[in-house]
């Protein structure tokens, strides 16, 4: 069974950073990406950035710059950096793992979230 267990986020004064982690636990095959979603209130889950097994990164509409995810696959943890927060990223940040057991079928984890504010 495949949990994951975020750490990390809380209160932060625009301008400033942060570092939320995310760590694996269970048994999943060799091959996944990971990333980071956001959802606020009312919204759907967007995507900030995510990562493959060999490092590529995929960024959301507007994550590109601010936001930067990194990948220890020997540790089975995955962490996204947050510099020049902006109160607008304000949200509950969850962490991702999708697996691919077929060609087209996608399997999603998710972990519990973890609430980063950023005060103006």
């Known amino acids: 069974h495949v949990q994951l267990v975020e750490s990390g986020g809380g209160l932060v004064q625009a301008g400033g950073s942060l570092k939320v982690s995310c760590a694996v636990s269970g048994r999943t095959s060799s091959t996944y990406a990971m990333g980071w979603y956001r959802q606020t209130p009312g919204n759907q889950r967007i995507l900030v950035v995510a990562?493959?097994?060999?490092?590529?990164?995929n960024h959301g509409d507007s994550m590109k710059g601010r936001f930067t995810i990194s990948r220890d696959n020997a540790e089975n943890t995955v962490t996204l950096q947050m510099n020049s927060l902006k109160p607008e990223d304000t949200a509950v940040y969850y962490c991702?793992?999708?697996?691919?057991?077929?060609?087209?079928?996608?399997?999603?984890?998710w972990g519990q979230g973890t609430q980063v504010t950023v005060s103006s």
């Open positions: 991702n793992l999708r697996l691919f057991p077929r060609p087209g079928m996608t399997t999603d984890y």
């Open positions: 990562i493959t097994n060999g490092g590529t990164t």
